[in-house]
């Protein structure tokens, strides 16, 4: 009736917080997990296409050497879809997920270890003014390699590493901060800057089992932000010099301050070769206190990488890299 209807509606309003309790209706709320399910879509989408962003000043490859962390956000996207039991967020987070696995998947899984090496190498960075550089000098010689390759080092640690190593590896080359040491003859020697200005590489032929192997001995220019003009020229200059290489073996070692999923690599690695880690992980090499990016590398030509691994921290900030050769 019209006079029930109007005493009703003076009650409802004579009465306080009776509207307010009122649920508000369920198609004005915004559906549960939309925002983790955007995100969840853009980490996916920045994956498949961090290529296309512009590289200032470095900031991209920055980014791009830390791009296998990326699981992390999508650990705490998929705890977010999880506690709002939304259907879009998961799917948002599976897509990421997918798109993750897609591309570090298989380098996460241990590489299958085939047959036996002819010949090792082992190669880090000493840091520049470690006391205890002759001491990591010594353990990695322990490991028995044929080959080590060293990084950063100084007037006093060179000194101290050739007294450590010379006597059970008797052949070596030295060029500024770089030097590898050898059990077999090396000869052809050669000193280069890498477009730097400066010797911080060198190249050596080796006679390594099966026959002459070309060496690369280098050290990059390190990346800062906003100041990565010196390593990338330097990777150009050594793309040109190894794609105008006509070694039928050749091996490129040390610490590149490249990751591996650093745009910068791309170049490179149409050339060369690395095979993923023989144990679980992706292989970091820095720091070494927590490794959060593969900044040292060993890329082969004509040649199988056997096994590759990634060594205990010793003392310097670098960890090292042991690779079997053949």
Same mark, same amino acid.
């Given at each position: 009736?019209?006079?029930?209807?109007?005493?009703?509606?003076?009650?409802?309003?004579?009465?306080?917080?009776?509207?307010?309790?009122?649920? $508000?209706?369920?198609?004005?709320?915004?559906?549960?997990?939309?925002?983790?399910?955007?995100?969840?879509?853009?980490?996916?989408?920045?994956?498949?296409?961090?290529?296309?962003?512009?590289?200032?000043?470095?900031?991209?490859?920055?980014?791009?050497?830390?791009?296998?962390?990326?699981?992390?956000?999508?650990?705490?996207?998929?705890?977010?879809?999880?506690?709002?039991?939304?259907?879009?967020?998961?799917?948002?987070?599976?897509?990421?997920?997918?798109?993750?696995?897609?591309?570090?998947?298989?380098?996460?899984?241990?590489?299958?270890?085939?047959?036996?090496?002819?010949?090792? $190498?082992?190669?880090?960075?000493?840091?520049?003014?470690?006391?205890?550089?002759?001491?990591?000098?010594?353990?990695?010689?322990?490991?028995?390699?044929?080959?080590?390759?060293?990084?950063?080092?100084?007037?006093?640690?060179?000194?101290?590493?050739?007294?450590?190593?010379?006597?059970?590896?008797?052949?070596?080359?030295?060029?500024?901060?770089?030097?590898?040491?050898?059990?077999?003859?090396?000869? &052809?020697?050669?000193?280069?800057?890498?477009?730097?200005?400066?010797?911080?590489?060198?190249?050596?032929?080796?006679?390594?089992?099966?026959?002459?192997?070309?060496?690369?001995?280098?050290?990059?220019?390190? $990346?800062?932000?906003?100041?990565?003009?010196?390593?990338?020229?330097?990777?150009?200059?050594?793309?040109?010099?190894?794609?105008?290489?006509?070694?039928?073996?050749?091996?490129?070692?040390?610490?590149?301050?490249?990751?591996?999923?650093?745009?910068?690599?791309?170049?490179?690695?149409?050339?060369?070769?690395?095979?993923? &880690?023989?144990?679980?992980?992706?292989?970091?090499?820095?720091?070494?206190?927590?490794?959060?990016?593969?900044?040292?590398?060993?890329?082969?030509?004509?040649?199988?990488?056997?096994?590759?691994?990634?060594?205990?921290?010793?003392?310097? &900030?670098?960890?090292?890299?042991?690779?079997?050769?053949?």
């Amino acid at each position: 009736m019209p006079g029930s209807s109007r005493r009703s509606r003076r009650v409802l309003s004579e009465r306080p917080g009776i509207i307010d309790r009122v649920p $508000v209706s369920r198609s004005r709320r915004r559906p549960r997990g939309v925002l983790t399910g955007i995100a969840a879509l853009a980490v996916a989408a920045f994956l498949l296409w961090h290529g296309m962003l512009p590289d200032l000043g470095g900031a991209a490859s920055l980014v791009e050497s830390f791009l296998p962390w990326a699981f992390a956000l999508i650990a705490l996207l998929a705890l977010s879809a999880l506690f709002r039991l939304s259907l879009f967020a998961g799917l948002g987070v599976a897509a990421a997920a997918a798109v993750w696995w897609s591309l570090f998947g298989a380098a996460l899984l241990p590489a299958a270890t085939v047959g036996a090496p002819a010949f090792t $190498v082992v190669s880090e960075n000493l840091r520049a003014g470690n006391p205890h550089a002759a001491e990591i000098a010594r353990e990695l010689a322990a490991r028995d390699p044929d080959l080590i390759a060293l990084q950063e080092l100084d007037q006093t640690s060179r000194d101290a590493v050739s007294d450590a190593l010379d006597a059970d590896y008797p052949y070596s080359a030295i060029v500024g901060t770089v030097g590898l040491w050898s059990t077999h003859p090396i000869h &052809d020697e050669q000193r280069l800057d890498l477009g730097l200005g400066w010797d911080r590489a060198l190249s050596v032929d080796v006679d390594t089992p099966g026959g002459t192997t070309r060496v690369y001995a280098v050290h990059l220019a390190s $990346v800062r932000p906003g100041e990565s003009a010196a390593r990338d020229e330097m990777m150009k200059e050594l793309t040109s010099t190894v794609a105008a290489d006509d070694a039928a073996r050749l091996l490129v070692v040390g610490d590149f301050n490249t990751a591996t999923t650093d745009r910068t690599l791309a170049p490179l690695f149409a050339e060369l070769g690395e095979k993923a &880690d023989s144990e679980l992980g992706l292989g970091f090499t820095w720091p070494s206190a927590f490794p959060a990016a593969r900044l040292d590398h060993a890329l082969v030509r004509g040649l199988s990488t056997v096994s590759s691994t990634v060594l205990p921290a010793n003392g310097s &900030d670098h960890r090292g890299i042991e690779v079997g050769l053949r």
